[in-house]
């Protein structure tokens, strides 16, 4: 029986270095980006507010470019403010964003042009206007079915001081 002892060691051996791996450790996930308030957004329906949301404003190149990327949830009537310098086509991207939103397309006019529901995640499709738009909001997906928010509906926001 000696000689299967001289069998096994050199096979168990194998079998072992087998089970290593040359990948590399997965890549820990990026920390979450916490909401911070930066003013309030209100709906109207012929003149009237009917809901008035928290939301952060992303004004310029970076803070459009980072949008809500690095987000999993946000708090209950929330969301993101994109403010463009000039009416235009617009064109999203959900690649690095986690979460399903309502992406709402409004004119320089502040009426919503279109919305687009339930977006889905990580997707490097482009989720376009159907009119020019100069802001965009950006809610958690199903926020504009509960609050029965329409295309022809307008904003209205104000920066906290």
């Given at each position: 029986m000696p000689w299967l002892r001289l069998l096994l060691v050199p096979a168990l051996t194998l079998l072992l270095?087998?089970?290593?791996?040359?990948?590399?450790?997965?890549?820990?996930?990026?920390?979450?980006?916490?909401?911070r308030e930066e003013g309030t957004l209100t709906f109207l329906r012929d003149g009237e507010p009917y809901l008035t949301i928290a939301i952060e404003i992303a004004d310029d190149d970076s803070?459009?470019?980072?949008?809500?990327?690095?987000?999993?949830?946000?708090?209950?009537?929330?969301?993101?403010?994109?403010?463009?310098p000039r009416e235009e086509m617009q064109s999203f991207w959900m690649a690095n964003t986690q979460m399903?939103?309502?992406?709402?397309?409004v004119d320089a006019d502040s009426q919503i042009v279109n919305i687009e529901k339930y977006t889905r995640p990580l997707s490097a499709?482009?989720?376009?206007?159907?009119?020019?738009?100069?802001?965009?909001?950006e809610v958690p997906a199903g926020f504009t079915d509960t609050y029965g928010i329409a295309e022809s509906d307008r904003i209205r926001w104000t920066e906290s001081p």
């Open positions: 270095l087998g089970c290593g791996t040359d990948q590399p450790a997965p890549e820990p996930p990026l920390p979450s980006i916490p909401f803070t459009r470019a980072r949008g809500l990327m690095q987000r999993t949830s946000l708090p209950e009537r929330s969301g993101m403010l994109f403010i463009f399903s939103l309502d992406i709402l397309f499709q482009s989720v376009r206007s159907t009119a020019p738009a100069q802001f965009v909001v």
